[in-house]
Every structure is written in C-alpha cells, then in structure tokens.
C-alpha cells in the first residue's frame, strides 16, 4: 500500500519568505500526485496536481509553484509567501482511479 | 463545472446514529467517497461506493446512494466520542482530468455526551 510522507508538519514563516515544502511516496510507481491547501474552517482546495516527472497542471492562479523532479517526489515552493498562503498543506496520491487518494499527514503553515 | 454540498455542523448524543448528507451534480460520476480527517491529521479514505450500487455497509458505516438526486449519506450507527472528526464527501468521474477527486466542504461532526 502507497505510504505519503510530508515535511515538515507545521512551519511559521515571515511574510516575503521563500517555501518549500516536499511530499514524497512509497509503495507506489508512476502515481498522480495532488497538492491542496484547506484554509482554516473551509473545504479542500486543489492546488496542483501532477501525472509523471516534470509535468505539472495548476488549477488556480496563485503565489505559488509545484515541481516533479522525480517519480515519488512533489515540492510546493514560493518565492515570497503572502499572509494569504497560510494553511494546511496536503499532499495526495492515487494510484488509479475508483481507489481514492491517499493522502499524506500535511503541513500547517502560518505566515507571519 | 462540478459541485459537491454538505452542510458544514452535525451534533448528535454518543450512542445515537449520526447520517451526514452529500449532493452532487456530477451525473457522470463513478466513485463517490467518504473520507474523515481527525483535528490535526490527513484525511482518512472511510469508504466508498461505486455508481452502480445503491448501498454498501462496513461495519458500523452505511452509505446510501440516491443516483436520480445525486444524493449521499453516511450513517454512523452507535456513535462514539471516536468519530468526532470532520467528514469530507467526494466524488471522481471517468471524465475527470488525472482522476482528479472534487470535494465537499466537509461536515464536522461533534459528539455530546
């Protein structure tokens, strides 16, 4: 069974920052990958998501990028982080449809 | 573009059965799911329903499929102070670009005792 680790789990950061934050994945090869963001209260947001290397599809226009620089491996970065960038991060992947995703543990993020 | 409802609060007593209401208007859809996310955590895949079927039960979860409303539901039965959590419904179409899964707003569920 697939196995997502994100890191870190909570990370605060200072307005104009840069960010990185990586999600990789076991058990699985060739998965689509997901990131979404939940604001606090609210619902998931996709972000990005990503069907092999280097190939990525962003969904809202937004302060942020996500690379695929390997199979297993999906990075959510930002040059200068807005107050509005806060939330929790979750990294996602499936392995085919009809299986749901599985997602990984997240990362809150607080801009300061 | 695709669309899925809950309402956002449900409190139910510890012992009652908890149904947690979905609508969709994804008439393609294939796979709808539940999935639940403790304070802090990812989110948990509970279960989920092919289009075809009307109901699955799991245990103490049985969810109901309604396809002509394009409704669903989750019902918890003896609800413990464990499935205080929020529950997120989805749902995925053959149609949908890299099986991308749309989700709703999430229903947090709260337990009294």
């Known amino acids: 069974s697939q196995t997502i680790h994100q890191w870190p789990a909570t990370l605060v950061q200072p307005v104009g920052s840069p960010l990185s934050l990586e999600c990789t994945v076991e058990g699985t090869s060739n998965p689509n990958l997901y990131w979404y963001r939940q604001a606090a209260g609210r619902g998931l947001q996709l972000l990005f998501y990503s069907v092999g290397i280097g190939q990525i599809s962003s969904e809202v226009p937004q302060n942020l990028s996500a690379s695929r620089p390997q199979d297993r491996q999906f990075i959510l970065s930002s040059k200068k982080l807005l107050l509005s960038d806060s939330g929790f991060y979750l990294c996602?992947?499936?392995?085919?449809?009809?299986?749901?995703?599985?997602f990984g543990s997240g990362t809150r993020l607080t801009v300061v | 573009g695709e669309d899925v409802e809950q309402s956002l609060f449900l409190s139910v007593r510890e012992g009652d059965s908890s149904v947690i209401n979905c609508t969709y208007t994804?008439?393609?859809?294939?796979?709808l799911y539940w999935y639940k996310q403790e304070p802090g955590a990812g989110l948990q895949l509970l279960t989920y329903i092919f289009s075809n079927m009307d109901m699955k039960q799991d245990q103490r979860l049985t969810v109901l499929l309604n396809k002509k409303d394009k409704h669903l539901s989750l019902r918890i039965a003896d609800t413990q102070t464990g499935d205080s959590a929020i529950y997120f419904c989805a749902e995925t179409s053959p149609y949908s670009s890299a099986s991308k899964i749309i989700f709703g707003s999430g229903t947090r569920l709260s337990i009294r005792p």
């Open positions: 994804d008439s393609s859809s294939t796979y």
């Open positions: 996602a992947s499936i392995q085919g449809q009809g299986r749901g995703y599985t």
